[in-house]
């Protein structure tokens, strides 16, 4: 199956912990995509990645951290810099920056603080 | 800055119904338009992508319309099911870095 998976589904942390989301897609896509939602709020862009080793910030970069070593996966770090980190954390991939390519999202991860 | 808006915030139906969601979008310079369908505590699932030089597509009973100029989407459900019920959200491509999304409504079909 092709797809976006993101682990874990539930996270715990404790204030002043670091934590690490995973997010690894097989749809072979080159740009992939971190979102944070909150309730009543739009999706809002933490971290996007056109390219291996190669990332920019998004709306909301203050407090996480990324990296990409590898085309498939995108991981997010949540920093104890973070302020508010409780919220679900999605996961998005794109093929390119064409007018026809979709983007599709994994199922989530929800970070609850502590 | 672009702003996607959904109104409603929220909408009820009985089963069996046909309904209209509404998008719309402050700047018209997009390269296309999607909608997804989110349930609770899950990821989001692609309905529909419109390009920007089309005005409509279908999947089965969904109708998703674009009238760029005007800065409006429209998703059209036919024959509502209770399976339906979940939050619609919209979002608006405009290259590079971002989609931009709305808020969503949330759908709730009465069998």
């Known amino acids: 199956d092709g797809g976006i998976t993101q682990s874990p589904k539930y996270l715990f942390r404790k204030e002043g912990q670091n934590v690490t989301l995973s997010c690894e897609q097989n749809?072979?896509?080159?740009?992939m995509y971190w979102y944070r939602q909150d309730p009543g709020q739009g999706l809002r862009l933490i971290y996007y990645s056109q390219i291996v080793n190669d990332f920019q910030k998004g709306d909301i970069a203050e407090g996480y951290s990324v990296s990409r070593e590898k085309k498939e996966s995108f991981p997010l770090t949540v920093t104890s810099a973070q302020k508010n980190p409780t919220a679900f954390y999605l996961c998005a991939s794109r093929s390119g920056q064409g007018r026809a390519n979709e983007q599709f999202f994994g199922p989530g991860t929800r970070l609850t603080v502590l | 800055k672009q702003e996607v808006t959904q109104i409603p915030a929220a909408l009820s139906v009985p089963e069996g119904e046909n309904l209209v969601l509404n998008c719309s979008f402050t700047?018209?310079?997009?390269?296309?338009l999607q909608w997804f369908r989110q349930d609770p505590g899950k990821g989001l699932t692609s309905l529909l992508l419109i390009q920007s030089s089309q005005r409509e597509q279908t999947s089965g009973r969904l109708n998703a319309s674009l009238d760029k100029s005007s800065g409006r989407s429209t998703l059209y459900i036919a024959a509502s099911q209770p399976g339906d019920s979940a939050t619609y959200l919209c979002?608006?491509?405009?290259?590079?870095?971002?989609?931009?999304f709305g808020t969503g409504t949330r759908l709730t079909v009465i069998p």
């Open positions: 979002a608006v491509f405009t290259g590079a870095n971002n989609l931009f």
């Open positions: 749809l072979n896509h080159d740009a």
């Open positions: 700047d018209s310079a997009i390269y296309n």
